[in-house]
C-alpha cells in the first residue's frame, strides 16, 4: 500500500485487536501502540494515575505527561504524520488531541469506533460522546456501525481483520454445529429463544454468554457462562474453528458487522445472523449465510447446510484488511 502518511495507531493490546490489525503491525510507516506505557514500574503509575475509579472522586491533574510516551513520531521518513486513535482513547478524556494539536499541529487525527457510539461514555463523568465536539477535534471520525454514520454524519468502514498466516485448527475445545460468543447485554431473552430454536432443528452447540445475572442462568451442558472478559482469543478461536457455522446476534440498535461476521469470512465458516442489512453486503451469499428476523423462522434449508459442513469461502478475505482500512483513511484526510 502506498501512503503519504505516517501512521501512530493508539490501539490496544487485546488479542482480538493485535489480530485483527496484525497487517500493518510491524510496517514501516506504522507505530502501533497497545500498552500505552511499556516500563513496566512506569506503567502501574500511569494506569494508578489514570484509574477510573479514582478520577471520579479526585480528577487528578497532569494525565497529558504521559502523551509523550506513547505519540513518539520518530520514523524513518518525513511523510506526513496521521494519529489513528481508537475510541477508549479518546474516551479517556486525558487531552491527547489536544496534545497532538500542540506538538504536531499538521498532523491528522482520525478516531475511529469499534463499538456502538450511542452506549459509550466518557471516562470519569459516563457522560455521553459529544459527537459534534469531536467531529470539530478531529479531521475523521469513523464508526463501524452503518445507522450510527448515518445519524452522526461521520464516516463508515468495517472492523479490520486481518488473515492469519496459517489457518486455525480446532486442536482442542469443544465440537458444535454452531458456536455463540456474546455478552448478554439488552439481548439475553433474545438468545435464549435461538438458542432454544437451534436445539429444536437437532442442532449441537456452543453457546457462551458473558454476565449473565446468576438468577438469569439455566443449566446446560451446552452454554457455558463467563464474567467480563475471561475468556481467551485464542480459546475463541478455537471454539470457531471446532464450529460449523457462528452464531451472530445483534445488539439492539446495531447494524454494522460484528467480529462474529469478520470471523465467519476468515476462517471460512457458514453464518446464520439477525442482521438486517447482510443481504446487502458485499460478501453476501445465501449459502453460506443466512438472515433470520425471529426463532422460529431460521431456514430449515440452511439448518441441512450446516449440519452437512464443509468449508466455507467468501472470497472477500483481503478485503478485510486493516491495509484498506489505512487506504480509506488516506482518501478521506
Same mark, same amino acid.
Given at each position: 500500500?502506498?501512503?503519504?502518511? @505516517? !501512521?501512530?495507531?493508539?490501539?490496544?493490546?487485546?488479542?482480538?485487536?493485535?489480530?485483527?490489525?496484525?497487517?500493518?503491525?510491524?510496517?514501516?510507516?506504522?507505530?502501533? +501502540?497497545?500498552?500505552?506505557?511499556?516500563?513496566?514500574?512506569? @506503567?502501574?503509575?500511569? $494506569?494508578?494515575?489514570? @484509574?477510573?475509579?479514582? *478520577?471520579?472522586?479526585?480528577?487528578?491533574?497532569?494525565?497529558?505527561?504521559?502523551?509523550?510516551?506513547?505519540?513518539?513520531?520518530?520514523?524513518?521518513?518525513?511523510?506526513?504524520?496521521?494519529?489513528?486513535?481508537?475510541?477508549?482513547?479518546?474516551?479517556?478524556?486525558?487531552?491527547?488531541?489536544?496534545?497532538?494539536?500542540?506538538?504536531?499541529?499538521?498532523?491528522?487525527? +482520525?478516531?475511529?469506533?469499534?463499538?456502538?457510539?450511542?452506549?459509550?461514555?466518557?471516562? !470519569?463523568? @459516563?457522560?455521553?460522546?459529544?459527537?459534534?465536539?469531536?467531529?470539530?477535534?478531529?479531521?475523521? +471520525?469513523?464508526?463501524?456501525?452503518?445507522?450510527?454514520?448515518?445519524?452522526?454524519?461521520?464516516?463508515?468502514?468495517?472492523? %479490520?481483520?486481518?488473515?492469519?498466516?496459517?489457518?486455525?485448527?480446532?486442536?482442542?475445545?469443544?465440537?458444535?454445529? +454452531?458456536?455463540?460468543?456474546?455478552?448478554?447485554?439488552?439481548?439475553?431473552?433474545?438468545?435464549?429463544?435461538?438458542? !432454544?430454536?437451534?436445539?429444536?432443528?437437532?442442532?449441537?452447540?456452543?453457546?457462551?454468554? &458473558?454476565?449473565?445475572?446468576?438468577?438469569?442462568?439455566?443449566?446446560?451442558?451446552?452454554?457455558?457462562?463467563?464474567?467480563?472478559?475471561?475468556?481467551? !482469543?485464542?480459546?475463541?478461536?478455537?471454539?470457531?474453528?471446532?464450529? $460449523?457455522?457462528?452464531?451472530?446476534?445483534?445488539?439492539?440498535?446495531?447494524?454494522?458487522?460484528?467480529?462474529?461476521?469478520?470471523?465467519?469470512?476468515?476462517?471460512?465458516?457458514?453464518?446464520?445472523? *439477525?442482521?438486517?442489512?447482510?443481504?446487502?453486503?458485499?460478501?453476501?451469499? %445465501?449459502?453460506?449465510?443466512?438472515?433470520?428476523?425471529?426463532?422460529?423462522?431460521?431456514?430449515?434449508?440452511?439448518?441441512? $447446510?450446516?449440519?452437512?459442513?464443509? &468449508?466455507?469461502?467468501? *472470497?472477500?478475505?483481503?478485503?478485510?484488511?486493516?491495509?484498506?482500512?489505512? &487506504?480509506?483513511?488516506?482518501?478521506?484526510?
Amino acid at each position: 500500500m502506498s501512503s503519504k502518511h @505516517n !501512521y501512530i495507531v493508539l490501539g490496544s493490546d487485546w488479542e482480538l485487536y493485535r489480530r485483527a490489525y496484525s497487517d500493518i503491525i510491524g510496517m514501516s510507516n506504522v507505530k502501533y +501502540v497497545g500498552e500505552a506505557i511499556s516500563n513496566p514500574i512506569l @506503567n502501574r503509575i500511569y $494506569r494508578l494515575h489514570l @484509574n477510573p475509579g479514582i *478520577n471520579s472522586v479526585i480528577p487528578l491533574p497532569g494525565k497529558s505527561w504521559w502523551h509523550r510516551f506513547y505519540c513518539d513520531a520518530r520514523f524513518d521518513d518525513d511523510g506526513e504524520l496521521c494519529f489513528l486513535l481508537f475510541s477508549n482513547w479518546y474516551r479517556q478524556n486525558n487531552g491527547v488531541i489536544p496534545y497532538i494539536r500542540k506538538h504536531y499541529p499538521n498532523a491528522k487525527v +482520525v478516531v475511529f469506533f469499534q463499538d456502538l457510539i450511542k452506549k459509550a461514555t466518557m471516562t !470519569y463523568t @459516563n457522560a455521553p460522546v459529544d459527537v459534534e465536539r469531536l467531529k470539530a477535534e478531529a479531521d475523521l +471520525v469513523i464508526t463501524f456501525d452503518f445507522a450510527e454514520a448515518e445519524a452522526y454524519g461521520i464516516a463508515y468502514h468495517n472492523i %479490520p481483520y486481518s488473515v492469519p498466516d496459517k489457518p486455525v485448527v480446532g486442536e482442542s475445545g469443544k465440537q458444535a454445529d +454452531v458456536y455463540f460468543l456474546g455478552q448478554a447485554k439488552d439481548r439475553l431473552d433474545e438468545i435464549m429463544d435461538v438458542f !432454544y430454536s437451534l436445539k429444536k432443528c437437532g442442532l449441537t452447540l456452543n453457546f457462551i454468554l &458473558a454476565n449473565v445475572p446468576i438468577h438469569r442462568r439455566i443449566v446446560s451442558d451446552e452454554i457455558r457462562y463467563i464474567d467480563g472478559l475471561t475468556l481467551s !482469543y485464542e480459546e475463541n478461536l478455537q471454539n470457531v474453528a471446532n464450529a $460449523r457455522c457462528l452464531l451472530e446476534i445483534m445488539q439492539h440498535g446495531g447494524s454494522g458487522y460484528t467480529s462474529r461476521t469478520l470471523e465467519a469470512i476468515v476462517h471460512d465458516r457458514r453464518l446464520l445472523t *439477525n442482521n438486517p442489512l447482510i443481504k446487502d453486503a458485499p460478501f453476501y451469499t %445465501p449459502e453460506l449465510v443466512s438472515y433470520f428476523d425471529k426463532p422460529e423462522n431460521i431456514e430449515s434449508e440452511f439448518v441441512k $447446510r450446516i449440519k452437512a459442513g464443509g &468449508a466455507a469461502n467468501y *472470497n472477500y478475505k483481503e478485503n478485510l484488511s486493516p491495509k484498506e482500512l489505512l &487506504a480509506f483513511i488516506e482518501r478521506h484526510i
